[in-house]
């Protein structure tokens, strides 16, 4: 509404102006007569400026707070999703979607409707105004707006194919330069570099077809104005000539015409504001549409009390098609410790996201305390168990924050006890990791990721592959550290290699889908859990 009358009060200074100077300039004899126009013109240059300052105000606040909405409602879904969301949406898009997206969606009001509402005004107003005066003045005042409308309106279709074919090239050209970025050391970005100039090729060819369009239509503009200027002019001079419209007013009616066109002047970025706006909302109700793997129930029962002791019943597993765990039976109790082994593929990492319920099974059932996982808080459930996957990416931020996401209430000297514990104390808790910990070395990021874990206050250890990157010596110094600190709490460990066999009681082997008991203890470098102690 602000924004409307903004603009109408544009339109009602340029007239006032206008009659003000062609009075002015005829020296009247009393020059109070001039008070009222002068006052009106002061009144109206304020309130236009005043106006426009509170719709800016009031329609941009209104915008951002929408924009928030929509960031919390994307935020959320992402963190539903947690890195499962990878598996439907490329790091580009969602990139994407947290910034032009959201832009567009919440400031669609501002660059669609109120031009729209304001030009809408504008006619009314102008309209209204020279009816009265002569139908014809009216018609050819309007005329060439609605003319310059018209033609925003015609090329409509065009603009916002090509503002849709934009913002699919960016997403597409912002995923590969990430793709390109992340695998730099792989020759990605010499793999990607062709389709990356193809690309850039395509989106400089949409922004010139665009530029085009745009000047196509400001020149359309320009000819209306000169069409309504003129127009307004010649049937004004004859309206004054038969004595029907005084000179003065005509000044006034020609600087209404003209300042009208001001309103027609955004018009021309609704079309791609609108399709970009659409387009960027269907996106997000396809996003919102898609279910995660793993959703909390809507009344969640409370996780049970009492010693841990984790089950799988009859467990299946399908991926792609394949059965990964068949018809599966595990118990796992409070302070017991268990060491899976198996084949590349073989479905131990899949076996141990059941336990966190990051994963439900296809068929049977994985129960805590004897309450089916589906059926608790995961919150709850996730708050007993601690896990550490196997290439865990870092946060981007300090060794401090990234510890921190173990136990937030951690203080610095037990973050860098754990840290010595693992062979990291030449680390510094105020470094900075880069983005996916990309400025440690592979081991160090995997002992952050387990130092991490450990530090959870849980009752259950989850390890995939927690010495992979590591050294036989750094090993064995990881492997005891973790016998030290989790001493007498459940852990399973996820592993190919033998040092790590040592830390459990029993050790199954995960082979088709089945788990079997392994057929001899291998040789236990490690210290044992209680040789540890
Ligand atoms: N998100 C996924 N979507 C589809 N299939 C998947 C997914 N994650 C894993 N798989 C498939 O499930 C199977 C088991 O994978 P899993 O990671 O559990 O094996 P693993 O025994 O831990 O292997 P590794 O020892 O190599 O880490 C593999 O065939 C894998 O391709």
Same mark, same amino acid.
């Given at each position: 509404?602000?924004?409307?009358?903004?603009?109408?009060?544009?339109?009602?200074?340029?007239?006032?102006?206008?009659?003000? &100077?062609?009075?002015?300039?005829?020296?009247?004899?009393?020059?109070?007569?001039?008070?009222?126009?002068?006052?009106?013109?002061?009144?109206?240059?304020?309130?236009? %400026?005043?106006?426009?300052?509170?719709?800016?105000?009031?329609?941009?606040?209104?915008?951002?707070?929408?924009?928030?909405?929509?960031?919390?409602?994307?935020?959320?879904?992402?963190?539903?999703? *947690?890195?499962?969301?990878?598996?439907?949406?490329?790091?580009?898009?969602?990139?994407?979607?947290?910034?032009?997206?959201?832009?567009?969606?919440?400031?669609?009001?501002?660059?669609?409707?109120?031009?729209?509402?304001?030009?809408?005004?504008?006619?009314?107003?102008?309209?209204?105004?020279?009816?009265?005066?002569?139908?014809?003045?009216?018609?050819?005042?309007?005329?060439?707006?609605?003319?310059?409308?018209?033609?925003?309106?015609?090329?409509?279709?065009?603009?916002?194919?090509?503002?849709?074919?934009?913002?699919?090239?960016?997403?597409?050209?912002?995923?590969?330069?990430?793709? %390109?970025?992340?695998?730099?050391?792989?020759?990605?970005?010499?793999?990607?570099?062709?389709?990356?100039?193809?690309?850039?090729?395509?989106?400089?060819?949409?922004?010139?077809?665009?530029?085009?369009?745009?000047?196509?239509?400001?020149?359309?503009?320009?000819?209306?104005?000169?069409?309504?200027?003129?127009?307004?002019?010649?049937?004004?001079?004859?309206?004054?000539?038969?004595?029907?419209?005084?000179?003065?007013?005509?000044?006034?009616?020609?600087?209404?015409?003209?300042?009208?066109?001001?309103?027609?002047?955004?018009?021309?970025?609704?079309?791609?504001?609108?399709?970009?706006?659409?387009?960027?909302?269907?996106?997000?109700?396809?996003?919102? %549409?898609?279910?995660?793997?793993?959703?909390?129930?809507?009344?969640?029962?409370?996780?049970?009390?009492?010693?841990?002791?984790?089950?799988?019943?009859?467990?299946?597993?399908?991926?792609?098609?394949?059965?990964?765990?068949?018809?599966?039976?595990?118990?796992?109790?409070?302070?017991?410790?268990?060491? &899976?082994?198996?084949?590349?593929?073989?479905?131990?990492?899949?076996?141990?996201?059941?336990?966190?319920?990051?994963?439900?099974?296809?068929?049977?059932?994985?129960?805590?305390?004897?309450?089916?996982?589906?059926?608790?808080?995961?919150?709850?459930?996730?708050?007993?168990?601690?896990?550490?996957?196997?290439?865990?990416?870092?946060?981007?931020?300090?060794?401090?924050?990234?510890?921190?996401?173990?136990?937030?209430?951690?203080?610095?000297?037990?973050?860098?006890?754990?840290?010595?514990?693992? *062979?990291?104390?030449?680390?510094?808790?105020?470094?900075?990791?880069?983005?996916?910990?990309?400025?440690?070395?592979?081991?160090?990021?995997?002992?952050?990721?387990?130092?991490?874990?450990?530090?959870?206050?849980?009752?259950?250890?989850?390890?995939?592959?927690? +010495?992979?990157?590591?050294?036989?010596? +750094?090993?064995?110094?990881?492997?005891?550290? #973790?016998?030290?600190?989790?001493?007498?709490?459940?852990?399973?460990?996820?592993?190919?290699?033998?040092?790590?066999?040592?830390?459990?009681?029993?050790?199954?082997?995960?082979?088709?889908?089945?788990?079997?008991?392994?057929?001899?203890?291998?040789?236990?470098?490690?210290?044992?859990?209680?040789?540890? #102690?």
């Amino acid at each position: 509404m602000l924004g409307v009358l903004a603009a109408c009060a544009g339109v009602g200074l340029a007239a006032t102006s206008g009659v003000l &100077i062609s009075r002015a300039a005829l020296r009247p004899a009393d020059f109070l007569s001039l008070t009222l126009l002068v006052t009106a013109v002061r009144a109206l240059g304020l309130g236009r %400026a005043g106006l426009r300052y509170a719709e800016r105000l009031t329609g941009h606040a209104a915008a951002l707070k929408a924009g928030e909405g929509l960031r919390l409602r994307l935020f959320d879904t992402v963190s539903r999703f *947690g890195r499962d969301l990878l598996a439907f949406e490329r790091g580009g898009d969602l990139l994407s979607r947290a910034g032009p997206d959201v832009d567009a969606a919440q400031f669609r009001f501002l660059r669609v409707i109120l031009p729209l509402a304001a030009l809408a005004g504008v006619l009314t107003v102008l309209l209204a105004g020279l009816v009265g005066l002569d139908p014809g003045l009216a018609l050819l005042a309007v005329g060439p707006l609605g003319l310059a409308a018209g033609a925003v309106w015609a090329v409509r279709p065009r603009v916002a194919r090509l503002a849709r074919e934009e913002v699919t090239l960016s997403r597409e050209h912002a995923a590969r330069l990430l793709d %390109a970025l992340a695998g730099g050391g792989d020759n990605a970005a010499t793999h990607h570099a062709p389709e990356l100039a193809r690309l850039s090729e395509r989106l400089a060819g949409v922004a010139l077809r665009l530029g085009r369009v745009n000047a196509g239509l400001a020149l359309a503009q320009e000819a209306a104005f000169a069409l309504a200027v003129t127009g307004v002019l010649w049937r004004g001079a004859a309206l004054v000539g038969a004595g029907e419209l005084s000179g003065v007013w005509l000044a006034g009616v020609v600087l209404a015409a003209a300042a009208a066109f001001d309103a027609a002047a955004p018009l021309s970025a609704v079309p791609a504001a609108d399709a970009v706006a659409g387009a960027a909302g269907q996106r997000r109700l396809a996003l919102e %549409a898609l279910a995660p793997a793993v959703t909390s129930p809507d009344t969640p029962a409370t996780v049970p009390t009492g010693p841990l002791h984790l089950r799988l019943e009859n467990v299946t597993v399908r991926r792609a098609g394949r059965t990964v765990l068949d018809s599966l039976n595990l118990d796992l109790r409070a302070g017991e410790t268990l060491a &899976i082994s198996g084949p590349s593929g073989g479905g131990k990492t899949t076996l141990a996201r059941l336990l966190s319920r990051d994963l439900d099974p296809d068929g049977g059932r994985v129960t805590l305390n004897g309450a089916d996982l589906r059926t608790l808080d995961l919150a709850g459930l996730r708050a007993r168990l601690s896990l550490h996957e196997q290439d865990a990416p870092l946060l981007d931020g300090t060794l401090r924050e990234n510890l921190h996401l173990g136990d937030h209430r951690a203080s610095d000297e037990r973050l860098r006890a754990v840290l010595d514990g693992l *062979g990291l104390g030449h680390l510094d808790l105020n470094a900075w990791v880069g983005e996916g910990g990309t400025r440690l070395s592979g081991g160090e990021r995997a002992r952050v990721s387990v130092a991490r874990a450990l530090l959870r206050p849980a009752e259950m250890l989850l390890l995939d592959e927690p +010495t992979a990157h590591l050294d036989p010596e +750094t090993e064995q110094r990881v492997l005891a550290f #973790i016998a030290r600190e989790w001493s007498g709490r459940g852990l399973l460990i996820v592993t190919h290699r033998t040092a790590p066999l040592g830390l459990a009681q029993r050790h199954l082997i995960l082979r088709a889908g089945q788990l079997v008991p392994a057929p001899e203890c291998p040789a236990q470098t490690p210290p044992t859990r209680r040789q540890a #102690i």
